[in-house]
């Protein structure tokens, strides 16, 4: 089964590679990117181009995504990077590091947290569908941190639960372009689909109800770290929101950063971190909490910003 996209190039990825474009809009790896477009599964402005041509603001680029491998959920590999930071016969609770997909879906090839628990010897809840058994949250392929895994059923049933109920207390960290005013406050906009782009979320009357909440944790001179607590888990919540308030996360191009201020510190994706999760435990209701720093990439772009001009 393959995944046909066609949309246009925003702004943000004016004068990118062919290569380079297609892996940022749909969450490729540079190499899986490439090899689509070599194979001619990216038609550009209707024609195949190469890799290496320069793509324009308004182009429109169609790509034919494959289906995920069959043997993709039989056939676990280890990955890299991912690292099991708690672990009891209930629920393992993770550090993803950048690239890697939760679990698996069409047009996705590259690694996943399903498959390299399954890799590491992990037994999941079989509750969920046969994709992403045991899942219940997600991260975004390119953001980083903490997230829980359901290893027994009963887990699996008062997780989903908690995180339907609001419960569950998700803290990320954001570098965000320029300085919120108000420094700290709510944003409650309801979130859906883009209307015209399909691999974009957006604020959208009618859509699901989203509230985040947020503080500055440190102000630099072009950018403001911030601490972010979610209500709810829409797709795309933060970089949506923060968006819409044009004060978007650094490196998120999707969503109308600056390609330069990202190239100055080193971001080539958004820089957004899963630093804390808490909960109480699903076997007997113990409050447990989880703490995770950011990965060498972001932490050297706030020594970047920190430093004197």
Known sequence: MTDARRVPLPEGLDGSRVDAAVSRLFGLSRTAAAELVTSGAVLLEGRAPAKSERVSAGDWIEVTLPGPPAA????PTPVAGLRVVYDDPDIVVVDKPVGVAVHPSPGWTGPTVTAGLAAAGYRVATSGAAE??????????GTTGLMVVAKSERAYTVLKDAFRQRTVDKRYLALVQGHPDPSRGTIDAPIA???THDYRWAVVSGGRPSVTHYETVEAFRAASLLEVR????????????????R???????TYGADPTLAARLGVDRQWLHAASLGFDHPADGTPVRFDSEPPEDLARALVMLAEPH
């Open 72 to 75: 993709a959920t039989r056939d």
């Open 132 to 141: 992403r058994q045991g899942v219940v949250h997600r991260l975004d392929v």
């Open 193 to 195: 689909r883009h209307p």
């Open 230 to 245: 979610l209500e709810t888990g829409r797709t795309h919540q933060i970089r949506v929101h923060m968006a819409a308030l």
């Open 247 to 253: 004060h978007p996360c650094v490196g998120d191009l």
